[in-house]
């Protein structure tokens, strides 16, 4: 993703102390990072880009379990958010940032698919519903909500707002046009940077720290979206476990800073590695063949989970099919 003419730099971090740290790195976890991301990377061009039929790769670990992509933009709801909602040129911006809001909040695009994308200025509730019960009758075990994310706020803002009784559905979509209501999507408009948009979605009932961060990369795919994913983020508790495993020391700097560090100096952390990131990258444009601030955030967010299962302390929960 490009950097917009909008983007505020280092947004939200102390770029000096970013610029001078002289962090204590763990060496070992450094290379299981560096195989992770390059190895997970592998796989996406054989099986995503050339098709490649399996195995993708000879880690035991990546071909039993199922981990998220280097690249956010690469992983299957994402992608499918990224067609129909952030690029659906039948969708208003307000609908377009609405209803980025709301996949978010069941963050599964089949569900999304049965009553959406949405235009919410003319919504029929009996019509949802309806589409809700057809869809039941022939899908008897389905459930609506995925749980990749950690949902109960979202839903407990739904409760509150409009009773504990009835379709919890129905009940979010609510939430969400009471957003609408409350001027969220001119509040956004108006944002002078990036923690700003951030700042304004965690404001509202049912967005946490974790979902907003999620929310605001989400908008960043709308073209006309005036920030990118590239100068501002948010450490997850995730993430921070991973930073943990990869810093013995921060030198001082927040999590956050410490991602815009590793950014910043992936090529003299990773290149003794073998770390080639135009060729790794090869499927992306010339200007995006890098570690983007998104991408350093999200392979915190794995890497724990790879460790774990490397040195027998656990194992992800959802097996993969790459054998």
Not at 145 to 162: E, Q, T
């Amino acid at each position: 993703m490009e950097t917009r003419p909008r983007d505020v730099p280092y947004c939200g971090v102390r770029k000096s102390v970013i610029k001078h740290a002289k962090p204590h790195l763990h060496q070992e976890n450094i290379k299981h990072l560096h195989h992770w991301f390059t190895e997970r990377y592998r796989i996406h061009l054989k099986k995503d880009i050339k098709r490649q039929p399996k195995p993708w790769t000879d880690d035991p670990i990546l071909r039993k379990y199922r981990f998220c992509n280097v690249r956010r933009e690469q992983d299957k709801e994402s992608r499918w958010l990224i067609a129909n909602i952030a690029l659906n040129k039948k969708l208003s911006y307000e609908n377009r940032l609405l209803n980025c809001i709301l996949f978010r909040f069941f963050n599964k695009s089949e569900t999304i698919s049965i009553f959406g994308p949405l235009d919410f200025a003319k919504i029929s509730y009996a019509d949802i519903e309806k589409q809700f019960a057809d869809y039941k009758r022939t899908h008897l075990n389905y459930v609506s909500f995925s749980n990749a994310f950690y949902m109960s706020g979202p839903k407990g803002a739904a409760n509150r707002a409009f009773g504990k009784a009835g379709d919890i559905r129905i009940k979010t979509i609510k939430l969400v046009e009471s957003y609408k209501n409350n001027t969220l999507v001119q509040r956004i408009k108006k944002a002078k940077d990036q923690k700003e948009v951030f700042e304004i979605l965690k404001s509202y009932d049912g967005i946490g720290l974790f979902l907003a961060y999620q929310i605001f990369v989400d908008l960043t795919y709308m073209p006309d979206f005036p920030f990118s994913e590239n100068e501002f983020t948010i450490a997850g508790p995730g993430c921070k476990k991973g930073l943990d495993l990869i810093f013995r020391d921060r030198d001082g700097m927040t999590y956050e800073e410490a991602l815009f560090w590793l950014r910043d100096n992936q090529n003299n952390v990773f290149g003794p590695l073998g770390y080639e990131p135009k060729k790794l990258f090869s499927d992306l444009p010339v200007s995006d063949r890098y570690l983007n601030l998104m991408a350093v955030e999200g392979i915190h967010c794995e890497i724990s989970k790879y460790l774990r299962a490397l040195n027998g302390d656990g194992r992800p929960r959802i097996r993969f099919a790459g054998d």
